[in-house]
Every structure is written in C-alpha cells, then in structure tokens.
C-alpha cells in the first residue's frame, strides 16, 4: 500500500506533524459532506447521518530490535548491519512498521562533487593555508583523509543559493577527529589539524532521500586550525558546535611529539602552534551558497570537549568533558544565541548511592566570567604555562601548593597571583579542582536533553578508578563499562556562594539510568566480548527525539566486538538494538532529527572499522585481545568494504517516517 493511502501511516505522519487528524477518503469524509449540506430525502424529512467513528490515535512509538550478528554472518559484522524497524502503535490496537536501512553519503577516501564541476576527497586534510597534506611515506605521496568522521549536523536555511537542486536544498556539517595511520602504517593520532566539511544534499521532496551534490571544506585558519574534533551538536539557532578534546598539557608541551608534528603538519614549524589554542569550542556557521566558516569560543573552559548540549532557553550549555579526572562543566551565555561571553560552572558531587553507577545531588561551583575575545588574547600572549600556575607532580612540602587530581596523577598547583582569570578559562582542569570542583569522572561523553521532562542526559564511557578511588568525591563500583546518566534540571538555583545562577535548566542530581547501566563479564563470551552484548556499554554519543520520545545511544566500546547504536524509549523503559556497526569500529556523529522539511532521519557515522584490539606474542601469533577469535575472518572483508581499513562512513538512516 503507498504511503499515500496507507491509513495507519497517515495517522502517524499528522501526529508527529502536529496536526489535526483530517477523516480519511471514503464513507467518513462523505457523510461529513452530506451532514454539513443538509441533504434531504424525497418526502422532505431530514436524514440523520451517525457520526464517524473518531479515528484511532496513536499510543506508542517502538523499535523492534535486531540481534547483534555473529561470526557465521560475518559479511554483517565487517559491515553497517540494520536489521530493526520502527513501530507505531494506535488506540485500536493497530501498528505500522517501518523497516530501517542505511545509506552512506561517502566512504571516506572518495573523490566526491565540489559543486563546481569537480572534484574534491572526502576526509582530506589541509594546512593552515589550505593546501592539501601529504602522506609521504607513501610512493606517491597521496594527500592524507580521515578514516574518522565524527560528530555532524543537518540543518536547513531559508534562501539557499546552491544550483542543481532538484528537491530541497538540506546541509550537514560532518567533522573528522583524526586519522589513525599513515600508508606505513605509523600512528597518526593527534598529529593532524581535524577537518570540518559542509556537505550539501538534495533532498527528494517525495521521499525524502539526500543525494550529495557539493562537499566543501571549512577554512579554519581563523581559529588557528583544530584539534581532534570529536563529538558535536546542531545549536538552536542552526549552527554547528564542535569540540576539541584532550587539550594538550601546556605544563609538558616541550616534550610532546604529538603536538609538536600537529604544528609541522598545520604549519610547517614543529614550534609554532601554541597548546593554549587549542581545547576550545569551535561553532561553524553555514552560509546560503554551501561554504562555512568558523570561529573558536574561548570562554567555555580550556577541557577536552565533547559533545555539548545548549539548553532551550539558548544560553545554558552542558558539556562533556572526555577526560581522566575530569568535571561535569555548564557555561551560561550572557545573551541568547551567542556564546561569546558568560560564566563557567563546575559541579560538585555530593553522592548519595554507589552501585549500579551511583546517584548524587549536583551543587554548582562559579568558576569566572569572560569574554571570548579576553580569553584568546590572554592565549595569544601567554608563551609558558608558569606565566599562569605553578605546577609540581612531586609533593613540594610547601603549605602554599595545593594537592590536586589531574590525569590519573596528583599535581600541586599554586595560581601566579593576578592570573586568575587565565586560569579558570586555560588551565581549567587545574584550576577547576583546585576550587573545590568534582574532577573524578572518566570519559564523560556526551549531552543531550529532554525538554518536555527537563532532564538531561550524560554518557560515562568507561568508569574507571578516578570514580571509584574517591577522586572529586565521587566514589562508586562500577561498572567499568560505563553508564547513562539522567539529571534533573531545576531553575531557581543558588550556587556555592548563595549566589544566584541566571538560568532555568540548571542541573541538581545524577543517577544512571537502570535500563542503560552497562553489565561487565566475569569472563569474555564466546565471540570475546566482555560486557553483555544486550546492553548498551562505552556509551559515547547521545541524542533525543523530542516527538519520538527516545534516547539514541552509540558506543565507543572496548568491551563489545561490534559497536552498536541503541534506542531508549523514555516512556516505556524499553531498550532496542537499531545498528550494529563495522567490527573495531565506534558508533559516532549521532544526530537525531524530528524535521527536515517534513522527514526525519538519524544521522550516523563510523570510525577505524578494524581498529583491532589484540594481543601478539614474539612471533606474532595472537594470544588474546577483544577481538581474538574475530581478526582472522574478519580484517579481510574490512580491508575490502573500508579502503584497506584507512576508510570510513558519512550517512544516515532510512525508513523513517515523513512529518507533513
């Protein structure tokens, strides 16, 4: 049946629209026709016309599951592997169901449209002045790509100029963390300036399919290029919100190789690029004709940014912060849409329960106020870390210092006197700690909100010994694979000073989530795994569908074989498998997406599919590892579909419903 006529289909397309239900062609609409003429029969008596029944309503929203592929289906588990659907459920006990499937735009490697007639590789990397960087350690020095897209948006604007558009005129901002290897084979990890493209899609206007038509890489060298671009977020008012996580130790920067090849690769000069740049929010503006451009935040906190989450009133931001002996930080903008001045925020956590991922009430801590543009020009001045703090990682025996976490290791900080403003807002980890903040999380991931319930979402990918060993005050057992964690959000707050915080959606508590508490193994399963394969572990990405009521969670997983991106219904406490992706590879660039013109989609990327964690004895045998009784079937079909394992995907998923 089309989706034309499809009743049930109908109903749900104006329920999630918001609009009235209108009867259905035939008997009911007809009848409606006479009542409303009056119609009269031959002897001149009215004819009474009973009502039509009213039309069934929609109950629920659900997503069957799919299994999670073994070895015998080897080809799904080297693959992005859909085999779930979404149902909905009506008042008459009826249910439609739409099959899933999964579309890539790109695999990364791929020489794809310019919008000018030619052509341009998708993932590439370029230098300050946006000249292509090239692999050398290949015989044709081929120019480097990503096999690491990550975080993306969709977004629409009102008075697009792209020409060759069929249908609607649909962007997405897709950003590459980094690129694993070079053609050698060395390890690449940080030593590249991340790339940003805005893609630009045609949307059929009957289906809703997005066919790419220009791929243009975003100029970053206002923002002095950036670092490792990891998970993102489409604000309120249409832009995209990056990330630079692990900012680099300005405390040991004389020693870090890794920063020191990012430097030669972005600028030439192993020694030109200043770590004080670097660990900011980036946001990216997309303009009508499918170019970008991008200007870093400074005033959010110098901390391994994840993906952040602006509240509705469009001035509180909440942020994960991907670190060992990191924090839980809010930012409150000054004005609406504008994140270039406020005040940052550190929680500190008073717990209260310790298992199952543990529960706590969330004080705030005021951190400092500043603008961006004071911040970057602190940045801009400063050459050393001693010009801001002191920093010892042995015990000084001077009263003066105070004994800090940071990193897994305790340090001893003493703030330069009159810099403390540098402080908060370039060593915030330190500076944070060293006020009282609760810096004992690991991998804190990703933000979203539900804002009809004010809740707010985190994804802790891995809780390890900093939340356990008391560090920040936080203190629980577990479990190592990691948990979702749901906070309440309340106005009328205070922080701890009694002073009053200037926003509605301020955070009070944390506690995981039952249904998304990770379940460790004793010992690994029979496929290696070493968490339950049937619940959500290393959660990492994390988006909510407002209409559909559901929480999209994807893994950055060490502890599952094949990572996967799971679907939380809020209401009904129901968890759903919806994708299994690539062996070795992490679940990223989640975005859910309630409306695009009338469609809805789930965005969905991949990174390093065969990234393989394993272990080799002297003569290079493999004695154990998660994907130990895997590599051998698997890491030739992967070498296959991703570019010899150096590519990876850019799509979305289909079959979900049309919104008009």
């Known amino acids: 049946m089309s989706e034309y006529t499809d009743p049930s289909r109908r109903r749900l397309l104006k329920f999630l629209s918001g609009t009235p239900l209108l009867p259905l062609a035939g008997g009911s609409a007809t009848a409606a026709l006479l009542a409303a003429c009056g119609g009269d029969n031959d002897s001149g008596s009215s004819i009474t016309i009973p009502p039509a029944p009213a039309p069934a309503t929609l109950s629920s929203i659900s997503f069957s599951p799919m299994a999670a592929p073994t070895l015998a289906q080897a080809s799904q588990m080297a693959t992005t592997s859909v085999a779930s659907s979404m149902v909905a459920s009506y008042s008459d006990t009826s ?32 230098d300050i002045n946006n000249k292509p960087i090239l692999d050398k350690t290949d015989a044709n020095a081929r120019q480097f790509f990503s096999d690491c897209p990550d975080g993306s948006s969709l977004l629409k604007l009102a008075a697009p100029t792209v020409p060759n558009i069929k249908g609607n005129t649909v962007f997405a901002v897709v950003q590459f963390e980094y690129a694993t290897r070079n053609v050698k084979g060395d390890s690449m990890y940080g030593m590249l300036p991340s790339p940003i493209a805005i893609l630009t ?25 950036l670092w490792i671009t990891c998970g993102a977020s489409r604000s309120p008012w249409n832009t995209h919100l990056s990330s630079e996580e692990y900012e680099p130790d300005a405390t040991t920067i004389a020693s870090n190789t890794q920063f020191q090849n990012f430097s030669l690769n972005l600028y030439g000069d192993s020694k030109k690029a200043n770590p004080y740049h670097y660990g900011h929010l980036p946001e990216i503006t997309v303009n009508a004709d499918g170019t970008g451009s991008c200007k870093k935040h400074y005033c959010l906190g110098r901390i391994s940014h994840e993906l952040v989450q602006v509240m509705p009133d469009e001035r509180t931001v909440l942020m994960g912060d991907d670190a060992t002996n990191g924090g839980l930080f809010m930012f409150v903008a000054d004005k609406a849409q504008d994140l270039s001045a406020g005040t940052l925020f550190v929680a500190k956590w008073a717990q209260k329960t310790t298992d199952n991922g543990g529960s706590a009430d969330l004080t705030w801590i005021r951190l400092g106020h500043a603008t961006s543009a004071e911040i970057k020009a602190l940045a801009d001045r400063i050459t050393s870390s001693t010009q801001i703090m ?66 707010a979402y985190c994804a802790i990918a891995s809780i390890g010994a900093q939340m356990k060993d008391g560090s920040g005050g936080i203190a629980i057992k577990g479990p190592s694979a ?47 795994n070493t968490a339950s394969a049937d619940k959500v572990a290393n959660p990492d990405n994390i988006k909510f569908s407002e209409k559909l009521r559901t929480l999209f969670v994807g893994e950055d997983s060490s502890t599952h074989v ?99």
């Open 95 to 126: 249910k439609t169901t739409y099959a899933l499937k999964y579309e890539t735009f790109f695999i990364t490697g791929a020489m794809v449209p310019n919008g000018s007639g030619g052509t341009i590789l998708a993932g590439g990397y370029y």
């Open 482 to 528: 990691g948990a979702v964690y749901a906070l309440n959000l309340k106005g009328g707050q205070k922080d701890t000073t009694g002073t009053a915080i200037n926003s509605e959606w301020v955070p009070v508590d944390m506690g995981a989530v039952p249904a998304l508490v990770a379940e460790d193994l004793a010992t690994p399963d029979a496929l290696g």
């Open 201 to 225: 899609l045609d949307q059929d206007k009957t289906t809703g399919a997005l066919t790419l038509v220009k791929y243009h890489n975003v100029d970053t060298s206002p923002a002095n290029g």
């Open 390 to 455: 002191t920093v010892a990682t042995t015990d000084p025996a001077d009263p003066s210092f105070t004994k800090i976490p940071f990193s897994g290791k305790p340090n001893w900080v003493k703030v330069v006197p009159g810099m403390e403003l540098a402080a908060t807002f370039l060593e915030t980890h330190r500076y944070a700690a060293l006020k009282g903040g609760s810096l004992g999380f690991t991998k804190l991931e990703g933000t979203t909100v539900n804002a009809k319930d004010k809740i």
């Open 562 to 660: 094949n990572n996967f991106l799971w679907a939380y219904n809020v209401d009904t406490k129901v968890l759903a498998r919806v994708l299994s992706n690539p062996a070795g590879a992490e679940s990223t660039g989640l975005h859910a997406v309630d409306d695009i013109n009338g469609f809805a989609y789930i965005m969905s990327n991949f990174q390093h599919p065969g990234d393989w964690e394993v272990t080799r004895d002297a003569a290079g045998n493999i004695t154990g590892g998660l994907h130990k009784n895997v590599v051998a079937t698997l890491d030739p079909l992967i070498r296959a579909n991703y570019r010899d394992r150096y590519g990876a995907a850019v799509g979305y998923l289909t079959g979900m419903p049309t919104l008009s």
